[in-house]
């Protein structure tokens, strides 16, 4: 099958890797950063934290190269399954807890996630960032309030909750624990896409309108960070939700947050082998000042019983990590 032509034309964005503050449009200062990379498996699982400890051990120039990782314990799912399959290993502890809390039970009679003993190991032996996908927050965000987890735990949301209201009980504990907080964008556009997504179009869609409004309910710009992961659309293509670049462009100059790029969900299975390629053209892509546009990467790297086609191999994110650095500085730990 001939490949879809990519909805997206390069555009000029912005360098963060100097060491000065450049305003945005807002009159707000950007911190300058060098690029944070978070690779690990969609969830995580017995048999592949082993993954995330070779993934600790990518350096660049003899320093360790990534940033976090992934440890993901309960998956948002389009269709509930009432046995857990695929439904992530925490999938039992969360039922037991919510039935707790249901009861009248305290904080005391509640069990602490499997996910969460593996992240705080992880990160005592390894000095990863965690980065998670938060479904419920006043069940799961307590779990993680402990001192080790301090600037080195990043929540986001779900795309498919676009909700404000979970962001503000996120970034809550987020401002009291010194986390980080991802904002995944919608997954539509409310226009068509070969209109919206050019440096032409001067409105403003429902996709820019709901992402800047949920950066609005978390109300923590020096920690919120945009995670861009396409649209689904039907001029997707080959695309499992084609990359709007030029609109994840305008919402981060809009908001003043970092923006990272989520390349597994926007080329899939399909287009897998077009993952480390085209994560490394857009960490190349400039605002019109000639710095850069993307601050990082979010990847699905490794082993994993979800989503497991559309990760790419220890290996090639090795070699995505080598081509990136050989125009950009790497920010490991």
Known sequence: MKKPKNPNLTPQVRNRASNRSIPNPAGSKWKIQKVRIIAGPCSVDKDNIKDIYKIAEIKVNGRPAIWGTRVVGLKSRTKFNPKGEGMGIDFKTFMENLEVKLSGGCCC?????????????????????????????????????????????????????????????MSAYARKNNWFVGIKNPKWVGEHLSKANTREFKGETTLEKTWKGLVSYANLPQKTILIHRGVDVPEKGDYRNAPVHYIAKRVKKATGCSLFFDPSHSHGPTMKEEIVPATVKAMKMKLEDG???????????????????????????????????????IEGR
Do not use: C
């Open 109 to 169: 009679h509640l069990s602490t996630p499997e996910s969460v003993e593996i992240a705080k190991k992880i990160v005592k032996d390894t000095g990863l960032l965690v980065a998670t996908e938060v479904m419920e927050p006043l069940l799961q965000l307590e779990f993680f309030e402990d001192p080790v987890f301090e600037d080195k735990l990043m929540i986001w949301n779900p795309a498919v909750n676009q909700l404000g209201w979970p962001l503000l009980v």
């Open 291 to 329: 710095s850069y546009l993307y601050d990082g990467i979010l990847v699905e790297a490794g082993r994993s019983k979800t989503d497991t086609e559309q990760h790419i191999a220890l290996k090639e994110l090795e070699e995505m990590v080598k081509r990136i650095a050989e125009f950009r500085e």
